[in-house]
T-cell receptor, first 112, second 112 residues
Framework: EDQVTQSPEALRLQEGESSSLNCSYTVSGLRGLFWYRQDPGKGPEFLFTLYSAGEEKEKERLKATLTKKESFLHITAPKPEDSATYLCAVRDNMEYGNKLVFGAGTILRVKS | NAGVTQTPKFQVLKTGQSMTLQCAQDMNHEYMSWYRQDPGMGLRLIHYSVGAGITDQGEVPNGYNVSRSTTEDFPLRLLSAAPSQTSVYFC???????????FGNGTRLTVT
């Protein structure tokens, strides 16, 4: 059974204090690992897709990396507007359709 | 473009009542799906559709029905509401089964 575990559950940072979020996964055959950002009262907003170990994607202060067992979302010099819940999800090549298996998320708070 | 639109934003039901959550997308996406989000858990797939006239069950389908008569609309019906169905419901769509999902802003449902 596919599993996605995110850590930590919550993270509090000072503005400018860089850190990383972890996403560990177990799938029979990875067809994509996805990172989403979710603001309170909103739906998840797509950030990145990673497909193979060693792949990296960047967007502003965010950088996502992928290994065979986990993914990291690195946040460099965060700002208060980066505060949100970050969700990780995987798509298994054994599943029909575009089903994503999600982790429970990491709640990030950045204080100025 | 409006993207994925969900109505209503909030709903309170009594046990045993039925209702339909509406979802519409204006991106001409073939794939649509419904997820529910509960505290401390990842989003879980309820039902999905790979095109008009085609639907299938996700991992938590019991108590819910769907239909897909047009490409744009994918309503979710609760047949007889139960307190266990108290949750936030998200509709999502994608261009294909390999594309990232785009989410609506959710419907918060409370069943008393």
């Amino acid at each position: 059974e596919d599993q996605v575990t995110q850590s930590p559950e919550a993270l509090r940072l000072q503005e400018g204090e860089s850190s990383s979020l972890n996403c560990s996964y177990t799938v029979s055959g990875l067809r994509g690992l996805f990172w989403y950002r979710q603001d309170p009262g909103k739906g998840p907003e797509f950030l990145f897709t990673l497909y193979s170990a060693g792949e990296e994607k960047e967007k502003e202060r965010l950088k996502a990396t992928l290994t065979k067992k986990e993914s990291f979302l690195h946040i460099t010099a965060p700002k208060p507007e980066d505060s949100a819940t970050y969700l990780c999800a995987v798509r298994d090549n054994m599943e029909y359709g575009n089903k994503l298996v999600f982790g429970a998320g990491t709640i990030l708070r950045v204080k100025s | 473009n409006a993207g994925v639109t969900q109505t209503p934003k909030f709903q309170v039901l009594k046990t045993g009542q039925s209702m339909t959550l509406q979802c519409a997308q204006d991106m001409n996406h073939e794939y649509m799906s419904w997820y529910r989000q509960d505290p401390g858990m990842g989003l879980r797939l309820i039902h999905y559709s790979v095109g008009a006239g085609i639907t299938d069950q996700g991992e938590v389908p019991n108590g819910y029905n769907v239909s897909r008569s047009t490409t744009e609309d994918f309503p979710l019906r609760l047949l007889s509401a139960a307190p266990s169905q108290t949750s936030v419901y998200f509709c999502a769509s994608s261009y294909s089964v390999q594309s990232p999902l785009h989410f609506g802003n959710g419907t918060r449902l409370t069943v008393t």
